[in-house]
């Protein structure tokens, strides 16, 4: 079972996160990026997947212990408003990838909707960084496009998606391609947040246990 944990941004701040451990050696680690509902028990579960898996886990906690509840969006939307992504990333998720690195293994980075844009932001900004994977999530181009990427992306988006649509992820995967990058993408027939079992709303069980077997299988490749 994990546990929350601190560990030290690039700005020599401390900061809370939640770590699931694997219990081996040197076993890789993957950095796990919120929705924008902030570090809730499902976020806790798929680090625990990852330990499961054999990766150690953190979720670092962007939002300081605020969690909106799923059925309060307007909560939802003035916390991810009052982050600065790029900040975020910079310091905190950085200073989570180090701190997974500094047991041994190389790191990977992933996270969902705000998350899953995080992680491509990451996937440009964070040196030490080994793979990426992205759930239904994009940033501007201005923060970080996808011709800047440095390392192996795989993203994985719904058809039936207002916030990043089928346009965006075209758009996006025509850019890696471009770019000669080496890139997974997947589509599924669902809608955004399909991953999220605690959102029977959203969530499709069947292209989720797809989309996570891909996820693993990706860092199992790149991480090792």
């Given at each position: ?57 953190l ?28 900040t ?42 080994d ?24 993203g994985?988006f ?67």
């Amino acid at each position: 079972m994990g546990k929350m944990t601190t560990f030290k941004c690039t700005d020599g701040h401390q900061a809370q996160g939640y770590l699931a451990e694997a219990g081996g050696a040197h076993a890789p680690g993957v950095v796990v990026i919120q929705e924008w509902w902030g570090l809730q028990g499902q976020i806790k579960a798929v680090c625990e997947r990852f330990a499961a898996a054999g990766f150690n886990a953190l979720a670092p906690d962007l939002y300081n212990g605020t969690v909106a509840p799923y059925h309060d969006s307007a909560a939802a939307t003035a916390a991810m408003a009052s982050l600065n992504f790029k900040t975020a990333t910079d310091q905190a998720v950085r200073g989570a990838v180090q701190y997974l690195k500094s047991r041994g293994g190389k790191a990977g980075l992933t996270g969902f909707c705000m998350g899953g844009a995080v992680a491509v932001i990451g996937a440009v900004h964070i040196p030490e960084l080994d793979a990426a994977v992205s759930f239904y999530g994009i940033p501007p181009a201005s923060v970080a496009a996808a011709k800047d990427i440095r390392v192996p992306f795989q993203g994985h988006f719904a058809n039936q998606d207002e916030w990043c649509s089928p346009a965006m992820v075209d758009m996006f995967e025509k850019e890696l391609k471009a770019s000669r990058k080496v890139y997974e993408i997947y589509r599924y027939s669902g809608q955004h947040a399909f991953m999220n079992s605690e959102r029977k709303d959203v969530y499709n069980a069947s292209a989720a246990k797809q989309a996570w077997e891909r996820c693993l299988a990706f860092f199992r490749k790149y991480l090792a």
